[in-house]
């Protein structure tokens, strides 16, 4: 439970963090609250010789508002998150997800840069951002780049991030008023990763629903978007026969392993009815 030795780096720019990262190659990490991370040095799964400490770095933290973004700081923590008027005001889903990452004590420390970064498909804020349709600003050897987050994560802990970038904010569209959404998570325990959870947001006309958008944390290597089991949606007034259409559709694109949360038929089928019960729970928050 001791990792091995490193050398640490505490810059106090973006552009020095960068610069650090790129001369450090693949023996450099950045760390951000430290909780994936340094239970993955002590275990020796990461043995990185160089530490980049982004705490220093004032122009990381923060929420705001620009234009129809709300932009959220890389290293603005899930209990900054959860304490942001803004966010609960224009993108309640956030708060509701930060709540159910492990405990306060992790989420004091944990960043939401650090969760989406971090590429692990246990981690619960990256289906969301695919569910929003969130954008990560990058900062790299070639300067300041944005990814979908649609298009970032490649496989389990392998992301569209390179040697020398820093993920500087995550910011997201605000979705229309009168919206709703739900995250429904089944774990083991308070402060257990997801057996199988999942992510919706949805608008409602006339009683029919008029868009949505659907992300499944932990049923594959990979956050998922299920974008056909939101097409199936649209049109409806969820209706049970519609919602076992969806549900289906989203099973069928998981690709969970067998672990100690349960055998993958099982999880992927606890997707199904997190994904019914989060159509449920929007429905009920849209106006
Ligand atoms: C007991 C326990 C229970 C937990 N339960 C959950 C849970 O239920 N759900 C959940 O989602 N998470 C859970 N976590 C993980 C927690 O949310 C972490 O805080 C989070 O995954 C990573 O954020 P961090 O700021 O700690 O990042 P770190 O651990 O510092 O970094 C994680 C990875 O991201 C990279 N990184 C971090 N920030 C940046 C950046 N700005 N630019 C580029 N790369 C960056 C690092 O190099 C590292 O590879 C749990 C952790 C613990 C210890």
């Given amino acids: 439970m001791i990792p091995s030795a490193f050398s640490y780096h505490r810059p106090s720019s973006v552009q020095e963090a960068s610069r650090l990262l790129a001369q450090f190659g693949d023996d450099g990490r950045a760390i951000a609250g ?15 010789g160089h530490l980049v400490d982004l705490a220093g770095i004032a122009d990381l933290k923060g929420i705001r508002a620009d234009g129809g973004d709300i932009v959220i700081g890389a290293m603005t923590t899930q209990h900054d998150v959860i304490g942001s008027d803004l966010l609960g005001a224009k993108i309640p889903l956030l708060r509701e997800t930060s709540l159910q990452i492990a405990d306060p004590q992790v989420r004091y420390m944990g960043t939401l840069g650090g969760n989406v970064a971090n590429g692990d498909p246990g981690n619960d804020m990256p289906a969301v951002m695919l569910c929003l349709g969130a954008t990560y600003q990058v900062t790299g050897k070639a300067g300041e780049r944005r990814i979908a987050a649609r298009e970032f994560y490649q496989g389990a802990y392998f992301t569209a991030l390179e040697a020398g970038d820093v993920l500087t904010a995550v910011r997201i569209a605000v979705p229309p008023a009168g919206h709703g959404a739900a995250y429904e998570k089944l774990k083991r325990k308070i402060g257990d990763y997801a057996t199988a959870a999942a992510a919706v947001i949805l608008t409602m006309s006339g009683g029919k629903v008029a868009s949505c958008s659907i992300g499944l944390t932990n049923v594959a290597e990979t956050p998922l978007w299920a974008e056909e089991a939101a097409k199936i949606l649209v049109g409806s007034t969820l209706d049970a026969a519609t919602v076992k259409r969806a549900v289906a559709a989203a099973e069928a694109i998981t690709a969970p392993a067998s672990d100690a949360r349960g055998p993958a038929h099982y999880r992927t089928k606890m997707a199904g009815v997190m994904l019914s019960r989060a159509l449920a729970g929007a429905k009920a928050n849209a106006r």
């Fill in 34 to 48: 430290g909780h994936s991370l340094i239970p993955m040095m002590k275990l020796r799964l990461a043995e990185p």
